[in-house]
């Protein structure tokens, strides 16, 4: 799709909005005139709607602009406010796939750092006095040929660049990453990060009930399209949810 056009939206009613974030989208305007999911999606709404003023919409988390996948937006105050309480209080599962450069010792595990609260020559390092960052992972497929493995990552905090630092911080950083990667010849054949926000599940704000949404890695073009059918699926929901 062009930058330009409405993301694709999975769910919407009166409460809250599940979209698509292409990669290279920032989710909120920014210095630069890109554009940006929120502002694109408010362009959406009051067209679709025929809305004289403005169009209220509440982001309540954010993805790295080279990162795809499942953004999920508030269309009223109240459910901002109770959204951004569950993503503060880590009861949103947010699942994400990641191709990397490399192998894991173990098929699956967890990482925790304490992650600097700012950012040093344009990355997030350890720092004994910066804020803790867990992730657990499983390793669904080993390329040995390529030393590369495709990781399904459950993210516990949410810390800014959180899976792109620990994994580089392991040796493991995700393909295409173009701050914290080797920055090599393979890197540079895949056209950004091969990092996508595939599972989002929360608690509706009002309704009170579980809401699951997957999305596979179509959307990003540096999942090999092999993978991406595979992955159409959402298989993995069950290691992770309560």
């Not at 992972?137 to 516990?156: G, R, T």
């Amino acid at each position: 799709m062009s930058i330009l056009e409405t993301p694709d939206i999975l769910f919407e009613d009166n409460h809250l909005l599940v979209a698509v974030k292409p990669p290279g989208v920032m989710s909120q305007a920014g210095r630069s005139a890109a554009p940006d999911m929120l502002t694109l999606l408010k362009r959406h709404i009051k067209l679709r709607d025929h809305k004289p003023g403005e169009v209220f919409l509440g982001l309540v988390h954010r993805l790295d602009q080279p990162t795809s996948g499942l953004m999920v937006f508030a269309k009223t105050s109240k459910a901002a406010r109770r959204l951004s309480e569950s993503f503060r209080g880590r009861d949103v599962k947010k699942l994400y796939l990641a191709v990397v450069r490399g192998i894991p010792e173990r098929l699956e595990g967890s990482f925790m750092d304490y992650l600097s609260k700012k950012v040093v020559n344009g990355r997030v390092i350890r720092d004994d006095q910066g804020d803790e960052a867990i992730l657990q992972y499983q390793c669904l497929m080993q390329d040995k040929a390529k030393n590369e493995s495709l990781l399904l990552i459950n993210l516990v905090t949410g810390r800014r660049h959180q899976i792109r630092a620990q994994l580089s911080l392991r040796g493991m950083p995700v393909l295409g990453d173009r701050r914290y990667g080797k920055m090599d010849s393979r890197d540079r054949e895949v056209p950004t990060l091969a990092l996508h926000a595939a599972g989002l599940s929360f608690i509706h704000p009002v309704k009170k009930e579980r809401l699951t949404f997957w999305q596979g890695p179509q959307i990003n073009p540096s999942f090999p399209k092999a993978l991406t059918e595979q992955l159409s699926e959402p298989l993995y929901f069950n290691d992770f949810l309560p």
